[in-house]
């Protein structure tokens, strides 16, 4: 994959979802240099709303080049795309969105890459219990049902090949009703754990204990002094209506509700629910 042109990464694209970030009305032709560089290790459905919400008054991004970005996860998984363009994806991305709070969902596949291609830059990692995060992103997903809301023609393939890195059985079709979701949630249920097991033990391993700031997605609303001077701000700099955005409302319990639950997570090193 050839290096894209910054300008091209600023611009709108007809059918590509690219995120919501600062820059989107326009980039001046000449920017300051960062004030702070926060970077948000989070999975899905554990506070990326929230936290690029809170640093709005700033240079932020919410899933910025999202599409572009899984695309090249996707390839890089494969050995479809190597580590140094990977790298050179990374830091072109970075280039264009000038954030300084990046809060991504897709961020903590690159952790090892993100250190050290800004050794500047903190990072903050939002954890969310493991039965929680499950049953949030099922709700999430059974919302949208066997389509997409953002996509004309149903879930895009990038999204579905996202999905199945946490849970390799997904497809959208399970999502078309509750009945059609029980029938398939006892394997996402197990796939979804296995990886959460998985990723948060790599996350918390290659943290830089100097560099970041651990703070569970529940106690966002109750931990914004501590945010604020991890980025050297004023609390009163933040915009703290969006400490929780995002919420999720009428959801319904599918892993918690499952009669092993504690089976499942003592069988992934998760203790009780």
């Known amino acids: 994959m050839d290096k894209p042109n910054v300008a091209s ?8 979802n690219r995120g919501r ?39 932020w991004g919410h899933e910025f080049l999202f599409a572009e970005s899984v695309e090249r ?3 890089w998984k494969a050995g479809r795309l190597g580590h140094d363009g990977m790298r050179c994806w990374l830091a072109s991305r970075a280039e264009a969105g000038a954030l300084e709070l990046d809060s991504a969902s897709f961020n903590h596949y690159f952790m090892d890459i993100l250190v050290e291609l800004h050794p500047a830059a903190r990072f903050v990692y939002t954890r969310r219990d493991a039965v ?13 049902g066997g389509g997409h ?7 895009p393939e990038w999204l579905v090949a996202l999905s199945r890195l946490m849970a390799p059985s997904f497809d959208p079709g399970q999502f078309a009703s509750p009945e059609h979701l029980r029938l398939a949630l006892r394997p996402l249920a197990e796939e979804l ?45 933040l915009n703290t209506a969006g400490s929780h955005a995002n919420r999720g409302h009428g959801k319904i319990p599918l892993v918690a509700a499952l009669p092993d639950l504690p089976r499942l997570l003592e069988r992934n090193g998760l203790g009780a629910a």
């Open 9 to 16: 990464l600023r611009a709108r694209r007809k059918g590509v």
């Open 21 to 59: 970030w600062w820059g989107v009305g326009g980039v001046p032709a000449s920017l300051p240099t960062r004030r702070f560089h926060l970077i948000g290790i989070c999975l899905p459905k554990t506070g990326t709303t929230s936290l690029a919400d809170l640093f709005q008054p700033f240079r």
């Open 73 to 75: 996860l996707i390839a």
């Open 132 to 144: 929680s995060w499950a049953d949030s992103l099922l709700n999430m997903a059974l919302r949208y």
């Open 149 to 155: 809301p953002a996509y004309d023609e149903g879930w």
């Open 193 to 237: 754990l296995e990886f959460y097991a998985r990723e948060t033990a790599r996350i918390e391993a290659a943290l830089p204990l100097e560099r970041s700031l651990v703070i569970p997605t529940d106690g966002l609303s109750t931990h914004l002094d501590t945010l604020a001077a991890f980025a050297g701000l004023p609390r009163s700099a």
